[in-house]
């Protein structure tokens, strides 16, 4: 009985393998979105810290009714993190921040993964170098794709 019941079970493997191999993240990036002015959102964190804060509820809820609204539209999530340590550590600190954002976006709110992008960016990317606050997470919607 075993031996038949092989190839049923190794078919549903192939099966649900296949399945997932099919399942492709969204192609999109986020090179550019630190200078789109439109649907962007800041989230503020204290220094040294990847936690966000009580008043991080605000502007992840905004950008996540958004998003809602406009399923075609993906988001970035820019983390930032400026003299916080070495440049190592604030890039760590920076990825770390935009992870828990994007985790917020999608636990929280129902966000498919795959439309949220959660990068580390440096000095050099971000949106605005004048009075920028400098431990944060930028959270754009990105226009729909044409």
Do not use: K, W, Y
């Amino acid at each position: 009985m075993i031996p038949l019941l092989m190839p049923v079970l190794a078919g549903l493997i192939v099966s649900g393998l296949a399945s997932g191999a099919l399942a492709q993240p969204r192609a999109f990036n986020c090179i550019g979105a630190e200078r789109l002015e439109d649907d962007v959102f800041e989230v503020r964190f204290p220094p040294r810290s990847a936690s966000p804060t009580e008043a991080a509820r605000t502007p992840v809820a905004a950008a996540a009714a958004l998003a809602r609204e406009s399923p075609a539209r993906n988001i970035c999530v820019l983390g930032h993190a400026v003299r916080e340590g070495g440049q190592a550590t604030s890039t760590e600190l920076a990825a770390r921040r935009a992870r828990e954002v994007s985790e917020m976006l999608s636990v929280q709110h129902g966000i498919e993964r795959d439309r949220i992008r959660a990068e580390a960016r440096n000095p050099g990317f971000s949106r605005s170098t004048e009075n920028r606050e400098a431990r944060s997470v930028t959270i754009v919607v990105l226009p729909a794709a044409p």
